[in-house]
Structures are given as C-alpha cells and as structure tokens.
C-alpha cells in the first residue's frame, strides 16, 4: 500500500483555537481523522505530521522524495502555514527531491493580507488548493490519487 504525506507547518498545531472565523473549529486531531478517511476511500496509508520548524519540514519533504522514489509514496499534501511566504528552503527542498506536491491552504490566502498572496510553494507545487476550509485535505488527497495514478 502506497503512502500520502501530508505536512502541515507552523501553528497548525493551534486549529480550532486560533482564529475560528478564519480556520474553523476543527482541531488538527480531526483533520488528521479526516486525512485517514480520504486515504482509506483511495486505497492508500497516510503518513500525517506537524511541525514549527523549518528544518524538520525540509527533512520530511527530502525524505518524501526518496520515498517517492523508490515507489512506497505517492506525494505529499502541504499545508506550510506562513512558511509559503517565506521559506525559499522549502521550495528548494520541495525542488530538490522531485516529489509530487500540492500546496494546500485551509482558507482563500488571495481574499487575505496582501503579504499572503505570494508562494514560494506555488512555482513547484503541482497544484494548489485554497479556501476550501479543512474539506480541502480530502480534496488534495483525492487529486493527488488521481494525479499519480498509472496510465
């Protein structure tokens, strides 16, 4: 069984208690319930982490590449919180290590602060989904399945 990473960087960790109007109620716990769920209904594991540091997300986006290719990992779903706007070391990472990626962010960066319309992500991401609350993990999950399935 093939396994989906999904990322999710700094101050993920405080859903359902920072910013609600923005984020939501649902807590990290539940997205990572729902995360299971969409990688169940596509037949695949999931592999579901959260950290603060930079560093630790460039080793588990390194390590993804090496698993992706060596065929236990089909990609990786990241939510990179305010590291998208920020972090050329990501990129570079993400860049680096080959491996299929989708830029996730929970609400619609574009209606926000002007300083959250650029992505470093974005130019290596192989595609981004933004606005559609928590749901859009399991939508990520559902492209990603789709995305690298066999011809």
Same mark, same amino acid.
């Given at each position: 069984?093939?396994?989906?990473?999904?990322?999710?960087? %700094?101050?993920?960790?405080?859903?359902?208690?920072?910013? %609600? !109007?923005?984020?939501?109620?649902?807590?990290? !716990?539940?997205?990572? !319930?729902?995360?299971?769920? !969409?990688?169940?209904?596509?037949?695949?594991?999931?592999?579901?982490?959260?950290?603060?540091?930079?560093?630790?997300?460039?080793?588990?986006?390194?390590?993804?590449?090496?698993?992706?290719?060596?065929?236990?990992? =089909?990609?990786?779903?990241?939510?990179?919180?305010?590291?998208?706007?920020?972090?050329?070391?990501?990129?570079?990472?993400?860049?680096? $290590?080959?491996?299929?990626? =989708?830029?996730?962010?929970?609400?619609?960066?574009?209606?926000?602060?002007?300083?959250?319309?650029? $992505?470093?992500?974005?130019p290596v991401a192989k595609a981004v989904m933004a606005g559609f609350g928590v749901k859009g993990y399991a939508l990520a999950i559902g492209a990603l399945a789709e995305i690298?399935?066999?011809?």
């Open positions: 069984m093939k396994t989906v990473l999904v990322l999710n960087g %700094p101050n993920l960790n405080l859903l359902g208690t920072r910013e %609600p !109007a923005v984020y939501g109620s649902q807590t990290l !716990a539940d997205v990572e !319930a729902l995360s299971e769920a !969409a990688c169940k209904a596509h037949g695949l594991k999931l592999d579901f982490r959260q950290s603060n540091h930079e560093g630790v997300m460039i080793d588990a986006i390194q390590e993804a590449g090496r698993a992706q290719a060596a065929g236990t990992l =089909i990609g990786v779903v990241l939510n990179a919180g305010a590291y998208t706007h920020t972090s050329v070391a990501l990129m570079d990472a993400i860049k680096g $290590s080959g491996v299929t990626l =989708i830029e996730l962010h929970i609400s619609n960066v574009h209606a926000r602060e002007a300083f959250r319309h650029h $992505s470093y992500i974005s690298t399935k066999p011809a």
